[in-house]
């Protein structure tokens, strides 16, 4: 990645990830293929418990889709440094829906005991995954009306055991 941020931002956004292979094709072809071939079983195997590089199933990534990852994970990077003063690395993953990605960010953010906090006017499907999959995980939701923004603070700075703020843009019908 970081040979990568030594380009300019625009070549980034053109080119950004892109791998080239056999077929030296001069822009990554959209791969709609769901399964690939393998050599061996073993190598199948291998694959599938990440010890070789490769693909085994469209849902878990294709060529098109890593270099979409890629390209959005080097823009948004792109001039960031952390605090050693090094280019900032950041991984991106693409979701086949916005409930894949809103659960993915939820999940791998929070565990059993701890907190999130949260506006009473979410996406339905949103509202489900936090009224009735999280607390059967042990994770508390706190709702807060977050039109008064002093009351949110003061309930956060409360609470140690809230460890994620959740916000979403206002849905119908209360925008």
């Known amino acids: 990645m ?12 053109i080119h950004g990830g892109h791998q080239q292979e056999n077929n030296r094709a001069h822009l990554t072809p959209i791969y709609a293929s769901s399964t690939y071939t393998f050599d061996s079983a073993e190598q199948a ?3 599938f418990q990440g010890k070789e590089e490769g693909y085994v199933y469209g849902r878990f990534g294709n060529p098109t889709i890593r270099e979409a990852e890629e390209k959005i994970a080097l823009m948004e990077a792109y001039g960031l440094q952390d605090s050693n003063g090094d280019n900032l690395e950041l991984k991106a993953i693409l979701h086949s829906s ?3 990605a809103i659960t993915t960010m939820l999940l791998s953010n929070l565990k059993a005991g701890e907190k999130i906090i949260t506006h009473y006017s979410l996406y339905g499907g949103t509202q489900e995954l936090i009224d009735k999959v999280l607390p059967d995980m042990g994770i508390e939701v706190i709702i807060a009306d977050f039109n008064n923004l002093d009351k949110v603070e003061a309930a956060i700075q409360a609470d140690s055991a809230i460890n994620l703020m959740y916000i ?4 119908n019908p209360t925008l």
């Open 2 to 13: 970081n040979n990568q941020q030594k380009k300019g931002f625009e070549t980034i956004c």
């Open 98 to 100: 916005g409930m894949a």
């Open 168 to 171: 979403e843009t206002p849905a």
């Open 45 to 47: 195997v291998n694959i």
